[in-house]
């Protein structure tokens, strides 16, 4: 076992952990931090997909271990207390959301997007959610809800 001092969403966090654990078997099993999902353990589907660093990354990919001195950012920190994030409340308007295996890796992963590009193109959003499959919804309504959100948080920047 190993220890490991980490930040997630904005606390410090200490937990110990076996050094071939996955991270996202960390946030869910030793943390609680079940918005997190497991979809196919592979990278190859983004339901995982959480910040490191504001750098979005597929927990399943990344061990638990290497969190050490990093910034973790899960769907549960995207949420200011009770008050949905304009992401969180876009989704729900557009109902860009249905069995909600991919929403918290694509909420996770399109909050990166506009903390980097405030103001970004259909195709720019389609591109970077790529890594980000859903079954559900088809894209149409996650792209509407990402565009709404970036305008509406430029207008209130």
């Known amino acids: 076992m190993i220890q490991v001092s980490t930040t997630i969403n904005g606390d410090e966090v200490d937990f110990v952990c076996d050094p071939r654990e996955t991270l996202l078997d960390v946030l869910r099993d030793r943390l609680g ?21 504001g750098r979005p990354v597929c927990s399943c990919l990344m061990l638990g271990a290497e969190a050490e001195g ?33 929403t918290p890796g694509i909420l996770v992963a399109t909050k990166a997007l506009l903390a980097e590009n405030p103001d970004p193109s259909e195709e720019q959003v389609r591109y970077w959610l790529a890594g980000n499959l859903c ?22 920047a």
């Open 135 to 156: 079954r559900c919804t088809g894209y149409d309504k996650i792209i509407r809800a990402v565009m709404e959100t970036a305008a509406e948080m430029r207008e209130n």
């Open 33 to 53: 931090l079940t918005g997190t999902k497991e979809g196919c353990g592979t990278g190859d589907c983004g339901a995982c997909t959480v910040e490191i660093d």
């Open 70 to 102: 990093k910034s973790i950012g899960t769907v549960e920190g995207i949420a200011t207390g009770e008050e949905l994030h304009p992401l969180q409340r876009n989704f729900i308007k557009h109902a860009a959301l249905q069995c909600g295996i991919c």
